[in-house]
């Protein structure tokens, strides 16, 4: 007998047990798979997005090895599986501000910072996509957190914070899209 360690079956190991994070995390990874073809990364590029995107959320399964998920996420995949999937996972969507604004900067210093499309991709379906798979946009992502969580929560002050590079790489997935 082989251990499947896909992306895949880790987020259906960890994440489909935690109800809407598990449709989240579905519906975030189809997009990815949707556009990637679309946007002149190599298989293995378009593969790696896929993956990031099932596991993006995976800290949500490990609130004992840090009380943030972006962290939780990365330090049990450095640890435990893949380390060098765990700097998308700890700078994922909105992590560049909240990270500081949680006093949580330094922890996610320790991780190196992806700049490339793949990340963008990732960060673009996470932000499009609401709590329960909802296609959203990016506006209408930003009024649902302030609504879920408040507009003095981390979280809408880290999507605020993030939104012009958010909207950029929205524009950027866009164009490709459509070229």
Request: glycine content about 8%.
């Amino acid at each position: 007998m082989t251990l499947d360690t896909t992306p895949h079956s880790y987020a259906t190991w960890y994440i489909k047990p935690l109800g809407d994070r598990w449709l989240h995390t579905e519906a975030v990874a189809a997009k990815v798979a949707a556009v990637a073809p679309l946007l002149g990364l190599r298989e293995f590029e378009q593969n790696l997005a896929v993956g990031i995107a099932w596991l993006h959320d995976l800290g949500y399964a490990f609130p004992d090895v840090h009380p943030w998920h972006p962290l939780a996420g990365a330090l049990y995949l450095r640890e435990n599986w893949n380390a060098s999937i765990a700097g998308y996972v700890a700078w994922h969507s909105t992590a560049e501000h909240e990270g500081p604004m949680l006093g949580y900067g330094a922890e996610l210093m320790e991780f190196e910072r992806p700049h490339n499309l793949i990340q963008t991709v990732v960060d673009w379906a996470d932000m499009t996509t609401g709590p329960r798979g909802e296609a959203f946009t990016l506006q209408e992502r930003l009024a649902e957190i302030g609504n879920r969580h408040g507009k003095d929560s981390t979280q809408y002050n880290g999507m605020v914070a993030s939104f012009d590079r958010l909207n950029t790489g929205r524009k950027i997935i866009r164009r490709l899209v459509t070229a």
